[in-house]
């Protein structure tokens, strides 16, 4: 008999979730970055292995909201812990021990999914260092694959029996004018500076996958107009670093050339306003 199942992966913003998506799926599906709260929609990794069908779920960091962006990301983030048939709770293994879940999330009472500790990070602990975790909990390092195939093993066990949900081949659920625009806000991360990447959000305006190159329109959305001329930067230099940065991953993805054409404007306050929220896929 097959098992298939959801397994949320939860925890603080910047505790590895998304490196360990990509690493269990052997693809690079989610924003991966050194600032936190990068990821702001959950995406949807498959791993089928053997009899199990895993469907990973990289949510939002759980955090304390500042403004309607960060409601919808936290909401998301409690759906996703709600809807999974286990959730594997991530913690760096340097800040052990890792409190409840159900306090960090502020739950009223504990999930009714089994709850698995995943201590993170491990390659930034030494060896001698490293506590003495639970025989339930899991000690992995993304970086290095240390502790993948236990940490699976032990997923395994707790998935439900049932056929599989999707293709055994497929690597991810959303289709990939997603995975474009997520590309692009990636490159945001990585090519601007301080704050500026947080007030930036994508939306694909054209996706015509069926010729070569791949033809992709895109608009870089900001909320002020200093910071448009920042993201074109002088002579647009910064936009087509974005662009080539951006680009890169998309091929990769794709397995195919891709024509990516990036346009920056203004959409003020974006961040505050649900009706923004809305039409950029943010909230609902």
């Known amino acids: 008999m097959t098992r298939c199942g959801v397994v949320a992966l939860a925890g603080k913003p910047n505790v590895g979730k998304s490196t360990l998506l990509n690493a269990l799926v052997g693809e690079h599906l989610a924003i991966v970055s050194p600032k936190p709260q990068s990821t702001r929609l959950p995406v949807v990794g498959l791993l089928t292995r053997a009899d199990t069908q895993f469907i990973f779920t990289d949510s939002p960091g759980l955090l304390e909201p500042e403004y309607k962006l960060h409601e919808t990301m936290r909401a998301a983030a409690l759906r996703a812990i709600a809807d999974a048939e286990v959730i594997a709770y991530l913690h760096p293994l340097a800040a052990y021990p890792a409190p409840e879940l159900a306090s960090v999330a502020r739950l009223e009472k504990p999930p009714r999914a089994p709850v698995m500790t995943v201590y993170t990070k491990a390659d930034l602990v030494p060896p001698s260092d490293r506590p003495t975790v639970r025989p339930s909990d899991r000690v992995v390092s993304a970086v290095r694959g240390e502790g993948l195939d236990a940490l699976l093993d032990l997923l395994r066990d707790q998935l439900p029996e049932s ?53 992709i329109r895109a608009v870089v959305y900001v909320e002020r107009a200093s910071q448009k001329g920042i993201v074109i930067g002088e002579g647009g230099r910064t936009i087509k670093a974005i662009g080539q940065t951006a680009r890169g991953k998309i091929e990769a993805l794709l397995g195919t050339r891709v024509f990516l054409e990036l346009h920056a404007k203004v959409l003020p306050k974006w961040r505050r306003q649900l009706s923004s929220l809305k039409r950029l896929g943010y909230a609902g």
Do not use: K, N
């Open 163 to 215: 056929p599989f949900h999707y293709d055994p081949d497929a690597m991810a659920t959303q289709p990939m004018r997603f995975f474009a625009a997520e590309f692009v806000r990636e490159a945001a991360f990585e090519l601007l500076q301080e704050e500026l990447p947080y007030s930036v959000a994508v939306e694909i305006d054209e996706f015509r996958e069926g010729q070569e190159p791949v033809y």
